[in-house]
């Protein structure tokens, strides 16, 4: 079940930026990797895409997939390119998420990122928007991964698993109603958290985005990043 949001991840990524391409993996001189550096702000981010004749803005809460706290935008403009923007709670994060982020990368859309933040689009709008910043970029080059630490790793899984159940619910009842409570097992309180937080509008908002708009499923979903997050850091580690 962990899979099935991962594929979603790349599968929102392709449609929203349409093409993609090859990448690398590089090692980078990043003068401000693992430090804190001056990063832009949601509100700039917003105000930057209402000039870009978004056919919708999307507001992403938190990042439901990985450890840290995040917000961030979507921007999608039809038939040409979008912009997404994530900025990272916490510094270096970027350098432990970005590998996901590398199949949705080409000429068109090209990436940027400092130590918390990192942005996918039009090399120019890039340039436009963030060339003030700390920054590398843009560029198709990802940098080399940076491994998550054990108690990262419980939290992402963790995460992982409470979102892709809430899809699951959603889109697959049968498939939730047999895997919940071994779930629930691993995570004790896991079924409690998806069935109090999920009402039934929120399931059939899911189904209706999963169907007819899978590229903004996770915004959607990253408004329950919060109570997801709280959960899954209360879970004891090894």
């Known amino acids: 079940m962990v899979q099935i949001l991962r594929n979603f991840r790349l599968i929102a990524l392709i449609v929203a930026l349409g093409l993609t391409g090859c990448t690398t993996s590089v090692e980078d001189a990043n003068p401000t990797r693992g430090a804190a550096s001056k990063a832009p702000t949601l509100d700039v981010v917003t105000k930057a895409m209402e000039k870009m004749n978004c056919e919708y803005i999307d507001i992403l809460e938190n990042d439901i997939q990985s450890f840290d706290d995040m917000s961030g935008a979507e921007c999608v403009v039809p038939d040409i390119s979008s912009l997404i923007v994530r900025i990272y709670a916490t510094p270096g994060t970027p350098y432990k998420i970005l590998d996901e982020w590398g199949p949705g990368l080409s000429a068109e859309n090209q990436l940027m990122y400092s130590d918390t933040w990192i942005a996918i689009g039009k090399p120019d709008e890039l340039t436009r928007i963030f060339d003030s910043y700390s920054h590398i970029g843009p560029t198709t080059e990802i940098p080399t991964p940076v491994a998550q630490t054990p108690p990262e790793i419980a939290v992402s899984e963790c995460t992982i698993y409470a979102s892709t159940s ?27 958290l998806i069935e109090t ?42």
């Open 166 to 192: 809430i899809v699951s619910a959603a889109t697959t009842p049968d498939t939730y109603a047999a895997s919940i409570n071994h779930i629930d097992e691993i995570y004790p309180g896991m079924k409690s």
């Open 197 to 238: 937080n999920i009402t039934e509008k929120d399931l059939v908002k899911i189904r209706d985005l999963n169907t007819n708009a899978p590229a903004r499923l996770e915004a959607f979903l990253s408004t329950f990043g919060a109570s997801i997050k709280s959960f899954c850091r209360s879970m004891p580690t090894s």
